[in-house]
């Protein structure tokens, strides 16, 4: 089996397994789910979720933020844990929106990527969700399951987004991203596998499942 047809047969099954792919951060614009996603940093989405109402209902524009004193935005977004570089970012990212994009998100990541606080995982989940543009979102479950899967073979984001880009087929790869955090989150935990549950385990090059396996 090459990689590719390994790629198509966990798509396939992770699809039956989740019919519905979308991301869990809850937002109504583009700006919104920028600014989410750098929230999220080191603290779950669940969390960001109850503190983005606060957030963008004090600030509900990009505009409005683009002026607001950094420490009104600390105040917001207090429990996200790291939130002094958080509110630095937010606040700075939505300034050059204003003054390079007219406060506009823009709808590629070479663009996004220059924005303060935006790196290639966030870049490529707003292109995909916001803008519908073929993309990888390598955070950490998509990087780990894809490399138990055989389909990637390191640790670097971007190593494996590019390995990943050859063998995933454009129009599926976003949602086979949000597919691997459900199945991150609920059936290959990191800590604690749920091996004979896994739809995946024959396709699984990773030492839980070859053990599952043997045990029967």
Do not use: W
Request: with cysteine.
């Amino acid at each position: 089996m090459t990689k590719k047809e390994r790629a198509e047969a966990c798509i396939a099954r992770l699809e039956e397994k989740y019919p519905g792919a979308q991301c869990s951060l809850e937002y109504q614009k583009a700006h919104e789910l920028l600014i989410s996603v750098r929230l999220a940093a080191q603290c779950t989405d669940a969390r960001v979720n109850l503190v983005t109402p606060v957030l963008f209902g004090r600030f509900p524009t990009v505009e409005a933020l683009a002026a607001a004193p950094v420490e009104a935005v600390e105040e917001c977004i207090k429990s996200c844990g790291l939130y002094k570089t958080k509110a630095r970012d937010i606040v700075a990212c939505c300034k050059m929106l204003v003054e390079q994009h007219g406060g506009v998100v823009p709808d590629t990541i070479e663009e996004l990527v220059k924005l303060p606080g935006i790196g290639r995982k966030t870049a490529n989940l707003v292109v995909g969700d916001i803008y519908g543009k073929p993309a990888i979102v390598c955070d950490t479950h998509c990087i780990r399951i894809t490399n138990l899967l055989g389909l990637a073979d390191s640790k670097d984001p971007v190593k494996v987004e590019n390995q990943l880009r050859p063998i995933l087929p454009p129009e599926k790869s976003n949602d086979f991203c949000h597919r691997l955090v459900l199945f991150g989150r609920e059936v290959c935990i990191a800590r604690r596998p749920r091996c004979g549950e896994c739809v995946l385990a024959d396709l699984c090059l990773g030492k839980p499942a070859a053990k599952a396996a043997a045990q029967g």
